[in-house]
């Protein structure tokens, strides 16, 4: 019985990366850091995933570095978050997209009593008409002391005909 067991265990596994692989031939995923932005060390800026009719691009938490690394706002939300809206941008329009494509952002925030000066800034860059879905954490902490905020976005890009 054991050895029947362990081949329907290796046979049912085999076949779901057989799955995996023809997943990811017919739907692949690119990994990509844009110029604008500074390249990260040990992660991407963005994945893009091809739906077939469209691209959708889910973005590494943006904080407020500018392309060279350099912090932008030291200790001032208003200019973290227009930075961290800035560098979303970047990799919005470097996919062939636009900040309308935006559909879903998450916030992780140091203090959320500031929340409508972020959705101030927020607002600058998205269609309010038709907002993205969203979600926001206040955090005690994020990587650095200096970073008061983080933002995470996905997109979804039609592909042009």
Do not use: W
């Amino acid at each position: 019985m054991k050895p029947f067991l362990f081949l329907l265990v290796m046979f049912t596994t085999a076949n779901c990366f057989a799955q995996d692989a023809k997943f990811m031939q017919e739907r692949p995923v690119t990994f990509k850091n844009p110029k604008a932005l500074s390249l990260p060390k040990g992660y991407s800026q963005a994945a893009e995933i091809d739906m077939g009719n469209s691209r959708m691009i889910i973005m590494a938490g943006q904080v407020a570095l500018d392309k060279a690394g350099n912090l932008v706002g030291k200790g001032d939300l208003a200019k973290q978050a227009n930075q961290c809206f800035i560098n979303i941008k970047h990799i919005v329009e470097d996919a062939g997209g636009t900040m309308n494509n935006i559909v879903k952002l998450n916030y992780y925030i140091k203090d959320v009593s500031k929340v409508q000066l972020l959705r101030d800034i927020r607002d600058k860059y998205i269609n309010t008409k038709t907002p993205p879905t969203s979600t926001l954490v206040e955090v005690s902490k994020l990587f650095r002391d200096d970073i008061l905020l983080e933002i995470e976005a996905t997109a979804v890009i039609p592909k042009k005909k």
